[in-house]
């Protein structure tokens, strides 16, 4: 599935998760007893001009689209979704995005994705040298942090492949 005209995209997603959750009615995918194939209703374009004046700039454009036309938090990869406009999601996305930082400071320039697991977080970059890439904080299980994935689309599609 390749994201394509507007619209389409979210039908299709929309087809696939109900097909998914048909299938697997007892939630044995990973992290389907979270999500259960269920997204939040996509977001107002109001709301999302106000969550990037609150994070002094755009959205890089894949995540941008999926929550203006697909859903804002829920099913996705791994444990599913977590909510764009939480306050703590809005706080981190101020700054630039820096993989040297230590500890929380991580956290400037990027909208948390989900848990991974074991301790583990998909982070979209929304500000500095790799906007629009998707990472992974592996710190917790004892591995780094490194880009999965060159924007959401990918992370998101090999979730569904």
Same mark, same amino acid.
């Given at each position: 599935?390749?994201?394509?005209?507007?619209?389409?995209?979210?039908?299709?997603?929309?087809?696939?998760?109900?097909?998914?959750?048909?299938?697997?009615?007892?939630?044995?995918?990973?992290?389907?007893?979270?999500?259960?194939?269920?997204?939040?209703?996509?977001?107002?374009?109001?709301?999302?001009?106000?969550?990037?004046?609150?994070?002094?700039?755009?959205?890089?454009?894949?995540?941008?689209?999926?929550?203006?036309?697909?859903?804002?938090? !829920?099913?996705?990869?791994?444990?599913?979704?977590?909510?764009?406009?939480?306050?703590?999601?809005?706080?981190?996305?101020?700054?630039?995005?820096?993989?040297?930082?230590?500890?929380?400071?991580?956290?400037? !320039?990027?909208?948390?994705?989900?848990?991974?697991?074991?301790?583990?977080?998909?982070?979209?970059?929304?500000? !500095?040298?790799?906007?629009?890439?998707?990472?992974?904080?592996?710190?917790?299980?004892?591995?780094?942090?490194?880009?999965?994935?060159?924007?959401?689309?990918?992370?998101?599609?090999?979730?569904?492949?």
């Amino acid at each position: 599935m390749e994201p394509t005209a507007p619209g389409e995209f979210a039908t299709t997603l929309g087809a696939w998760l109900a097909e998914a959750a048909r299938g697997d009615p007892h939630h044995r995918r990973f992290g389907a007893t979270r999500h259960r194939y269920q997204l939040a209703p996509p977001l107002a374009d109001a709301r999302i001009a106000a969550i990037e004046a609150t994070i002094g700039g755009r959205l890089p454009d894949a995540y941008r689209r999926f929550v203006a036309e697909v859903g804002h938090h !829920g099913a996705g990869p791994f444990h599913g979704l977590w909510p764009l406009d939480h306050p703590l999601q809005l706080a981190h996305a101020r700054a630039a995005f820096a993989p040297e930082r230590a500890g929380v400071a991580l956290y400037r !320039g990027v909208v948390g994705l989900g848990h991974v697991g074991c301790g583990q977080i998909a982070l979209l970059i929304v500000a !500095g040298d790799h906007r629009g890439q998707v990472w992974i904080d592996a710190r917790a299980g004892g591995g780094g942090v490194r880009a999965v994935a060159p924007d959401f689309d990918a992370y998101y599609l090999a979730w569904i492949q």
